[in-house]
């Protein structure tokens, strides 16, 4: 078992971003740290087709459902896309590959040389990226983006009152997140098994996985936390790359930073594979939509 590895549960859509992701990760990972990508068994095929089968190890997305004995086989066909995403990948754990393992999605993309060091801590406890989020909060709401703070604070509340906690709201909204078996094994023991659910019952839209993994790790306490900040610059939305790209950040400064960088797919369509499905009138809209809020960074 090794102590750590990458791990990107991906799906056809992403495939070029992945590619993108692979490419990077092939030339920053300074320690060799073994890649693991995870997609639906039928997609198999054209992964192979456009990211190649070189510099990752694949599993199957059955293959992580399976491993949990609890669960009946074809149970993520009942659920949307994003919430089946979800669960495989706070299920990846239970594969026994890793101790410990840096969640990745096709949307990032490394851009300086990482190592061990910067997920593990001397003890070989990992980091806990967990943070409160004021300083994008501010800047959404300064930019006139208020529910912003709304929706995630919602989903905070929601979260922590599951678990009985009462104080602030941390965050970690996007990643890499630096997840323990240990902490994932603690829910399941802990929470999941003794109200006779699996995480494919506890799993909501208001549920995320990020914020699930920090309640149960300082309710259960399976590790201790050692705090750090995000480790990738995030753009969670157009507005918000045009507004610091206007302050003048770029790729090149974030390397003092930052590991790497997310242009979220939400917002950034340009690598869907397939295309988009709208048609050309809402595709007009939406970017002259994007102009406008390009225009808005100058404000």
Same mark, same amino acid.
């Given at each position: 078992?090794? @102590?750590?590895?990458?791990?990107?549960?991906?799906?056809? !859509? @992403?495939?070029?971003?992945?590619?993108?992701?692979?490419?990077?990760?092939?030339?920053?990972?300074? @320690?060799?740290?073994?890649?693991?990508?995870?997609?639906?068994?039928?997609?198999?095929?054209?992964?192979?087709?456009?990211?190649?089968?070189?510099?990752?190890?694949?599993? =199957?997305?059955?293959?992580?459902?399976?491993?949990?004995? #609890?669960? +009946?086989?074809?149970?993520?066909?009942?659920?949307?896309?994003?919430?089946?995403?979800?669960?495989?990948?706070?299920?990846?754990?239970?594969?026994?590959?890793?101790? +410990?393992?840096?969640?990745?999605? =096709?949307?990032?993309?490394?851009?300086?040389?990482?190592?061990?060091?910067?997920?593990?801590?001397?003890?070989?406890? *990992?980091?806990?990226?967990?943070?409160?989020?004021?300083?994008?909060?501010?800047?959404? @709401?300064?930019?006139?983006? /208020?529910k912003v703070f709304q929706n995630?604070?919602?989903?905070?509340?929601?979260? !922590?009152?599951?678990?009985? #906690?009462?104080?602030?709201?941390?965050?970690?909204?996007? *990643? *890499?997140?630096?997840?323990?078996? !240990?902490?994932?094994? =603690?829910?399941?023991?802990?929470?999941?098994?003794? &109200?006779?659910?699996?995480?494919?019952?506890?799993?909501?839209?208001?549920?995320?996985?990020?914020?699930?993994?920090?309640?149960?790790?300082?309710? %259960?306490?399976?590790? *201790?936390?050692?705090?750090?900040?995000?480790?990738?610059?995030?753009?969670?939305?157009?507005?918000?790359? %045009?507004a610091l790209k206007r302050q003048g950040e770029?790729?090149?400064?974030? &390397?003092?930073?930052?590991?790497?960088?997310?242009?979220? =797919? +939400?917002?950034?369509?340009?690598?869907?594979?397939?295309? /988009?499905?709208?048609?050309?009138?809402?595709?007009?809209?939406?970017?002259?939509?994007?102009?406008?809020?390009?225009?808005?960074?100058?404000?």
């Amino acid at each position: 078992m090794s @102590d750590i590895v990458l791990y990107c549960k991906s799906y056809r !859509k @992403d495939f070029l971003r992945l590619k993108r992701l692979l490419a990077s990760i092939e030339q920053f990972n300074a @320690d060799g740290i073994p890649f693991y990508i995870s997609t639906p068994e039928a997609d198999k095929e054209l992964l192979t087709k456009l990211v190649g089968s070189n510099g990752y190890h694949w599993v =199957s997305d059955e293959l992580i459902i399976a491993a949990n004995p #609890r669960v +009946n086989p074809g149970i993520e066909k009942g659920r949307s896309g994003g919430l089946s995403q979800q669960v495989i990948k706070s299920e990846f754990w239970r594969l026994g590959l890793a101790e +410990n393992y840096v969640c990745l999605d =096709s949307d990032c993309m490394f851009i300086t040389n990482f190592y061990r060091h910067h997920f593990l801590a001397g003890d070989g406890i *990992p980091y806990t990226v967990i943070y409160q989020n004021k300083e994008f909060y501010q800047l959404a @709401d300064s930019r006139g983006h /208020s529910k912003v703070f709304q929706n995630l604070h919602a989903e905070s509340e929601s979260v !922590k009152t599951l678990f009985g #906690r009462s104080g602030p709201n941390y965050f970690c909204p996007c *990643p *890499p997140f630096i997840w323990s078996a !240990k902490v994932w094994q =603690s829910f399941d023991n802990e929470y999941l098994e003794p &109200k006779g659910i699996t995480f494919w019952d506890y799993s909501r839209a208001d549920r995320p996985e990020t914020l699930t993994y920090l309640e149960a790790l300082l309710k %259960f306490k399976a590790i *201790p936390v050692y705090a750090i900040e995000q480790l990738f610059r995030v753009y969670y939305y157009d507005w918000h790359y %045009f507004a610091l790209k206007r302050q003048g950040e770029t790729e090149e400064k974030l &390397k003092l930073h930052f590991l790497g960088v997310i242009y979220q =797919s +939400n917002w950034n369509p340009e690598l869907d594979y397939g295309g /988009s499905d709208k048609s050309v009138l809402s595709r007009f809209i939406r970017k002259l939509k994007r102009f406008g809020r390009y225009l808005q960074s100058y404000i």
